[in-house]
């Protein structure tokens, strides 16, 4: 029989090709520190980001440097493609999809040429966050997933 009480968890997958890292290893103390949230992050090899979980489109920066989805259970997933990207004002990216649309796990929000974009940022290594982390927890980040689910979240 099933519990109409139990909560849900949602897999959250990398958003992008790549070695998944530690928040620590991120060079921007924002970021680092958990500030916005925490999560894990991506080393990426492609120029392709795409939604890690099935939900919501919230956002998509107007610079086209970070994308939040919020799950069907509520929690609030942001991608921030690379560090100080925000100062490129959108060149060099590609947004695919609008805010307030619904995605799913693996479509492509945004992309950018990576080769480009590398060599006028400090680091492209992106941060997935949950954002919303007074809600949800979060498991720990399994940075051998290669592919398969990072982390979970469930409602508190």
């Known amino acids: 029989m099933l519990n109409p009480f139990k909560k849900k968890s949602e897999s959250v997958y990398s958003p992008v090709s790549g070695r998944i ?63 100080d990207t925000v100062t490129l004002k959108g060149k060099g990216f590609t947004g695919h999809r609008q805010a307030g649309e619904t995605v799913s796990r693996g479509d492509v929000i945004i992309s950018c040429d990576l080769l480009d974009i590398k060599t006028k940022v400090p680091s492209m290594v992106t941060p997935v966050l949950l954002t919303n982390g007074a809600k949800f927890s979060m498991s720990a980040p399994d940075l051998q997933a290669n592919g398969a689910s990072v982390i979970t979240v469930r409602q508190k």
């Open 21 to 83: 890292v530690s928040l620590d290893e991120v060079p921007d103390p924002v970021f680092a520190q958990r500030s916005v949230g925490d999560g894990f992050a991506v080393m990426p090899t492609s120029g392709f980001f795409r939604s890690p979980v099935d939900g919501e489109l919230v956002l998509v920066a107007k610079t086209l440097h970070a994308f939040a989805v919020r799950t069907h259970d509520g929690a609030e997933i942001l991608v921030h493609i690379g560090i």
